[in-house]
């Protein structure tokens, strides 16, 4: 079991080492590539099957759905299985996989393993002090310096905020709404009471 600031710290590693510069979703390639783990799309039956880690021999291999649409979720996807690869964990020697349900976005997720995966590829898709400068920087453009450091959707106004926030740091970092979402609350910059 690893801490959240553990996790962190592993997650900022692997940046530092292969990320010079935009979102880590444009160097996968890359870190699998010099992790020597094979990534491969595939068709499958089973609905239920998202991504894997699995090793054979010394071979890693990362495989994911080839249905998933939406990119964000592909990327939190790949990003989550690199989290079991570089947090160590010893799973699937097997076929086993991760569900729908295991890789969670919004990180209702009982399993402490998974729960690591998706910490880790929150830290990894939305680094904490880029996300912060970024965040900050539109929300003072956007509101005119009206709203200074959080962020509380809660009516028309700031719902529009919103949108030009969502919409920058959705494509910067490749991630889906959801996961955004999530990581603004965690790092207190933002809440949602309003939608439409
Ligand atoms: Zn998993």
Same mark, same amino acid.
């Given at each position: 079991?690893?801490?959240?600031?553990?996790?962190?710290?592993?997650?900022?590693?692997?940046?530092?080492?292969?990320?010079?510069?935009?979102?880590?979703?444009?160097?996968?390639?890359?870190?699998?590539?010099?992790?020597?783990?094979?990534?491969?799309?595939?068709?499958?039956?089973?609905?239920?099957?998202?991504?894997?880690?699995?090793?054979?021999?010394?071979?890693?291999?990362?495989?994911?759905?080839?249905?998933?649409?939406?990119?964000?979720?592909?990327?939190?996807?790949?990003?989550?299985?690199?989290?079991?690869?570089?947090?160590?964990?010893?799973?699937?020697?097997?076929?086993?996989?991760?569900?729908?349900?295991?890789?969670?976005?919004?990180?209702?997720?009982?399993? !402490?393993?998974?729960?690591?995966?998706?910490?880790?590829?929150?830290?990894?898709?939305? !680094?904490?002090?880029?996300?912060? *400068?970024?965040?900050?920087?539109?929300?003072?453009?956007?509101?005119?310096?009206?709203?200074?450091?959080?962020?509380?959707?809660?009516?028309?106004? *700031?719902?529009?905020?919103?949108?030009?926030?969502?919409?920058?740091?959705?494509?910067?970092?490749?991630?889906?709404?959801?996961?955004?979402?999530?990581?603004?609350?965690?790092?207190?910059?933002?809440?949602?009471?309003?939608?439409?």
């Amino acid at each position: 079991m690893k801490t959240n600031n553990e996790i962190e710290t592993i997650a900022n590693s692997v940046l530092s080492k292969y990320v010079k510069k935009g979102g880590v979703h444009k160097v996968f390639q890359e870190i699998m590539h010099s992790e020597k783990i094979k990534y491969k799309e595939v068709n499958s039956e089973n609905t239920d099957f998202v991504g894997a880690l699995t090793k054979n021999k010394d071979q890693a291999y990362i495989f994911v759905n080839k249905d998933i649409d939406n990119i964000g979720r592909k990327h939190f996807t790949i990003a989550h299985e690199l989290g079991h690869y570089f947090l160590s964990h010893n799973l699937h020697s097997n076929l086993g996989f991760c569900t729908n349900s295991d890789i969670a976005e919004e990180e209702h997720q009982k399993n !402490p393993i998974e729960r690591e995966a998706n910490y880790f590829a929150s830290c990894l898709l939305m !680094p904490k002090e880029k996300v912060k *400068t970024a965040f900050l920087s539109i929300l003072e453009n956007r509101s005119r310096k009206r709203i200074k450091d959080f962020l509380l959707v809660k009516n028309d106004y *700031t719902f529009g905020v919103w949108l030009s926030i969502k919409n920058d740091l959705t494509k910067r970092y490749g991630v889906s709404e959801t996961a955004l979402r999530f990581r603004l609350k965690q790092l207190k910059l933002a809440d949602f009471q309003f939608e439409k």
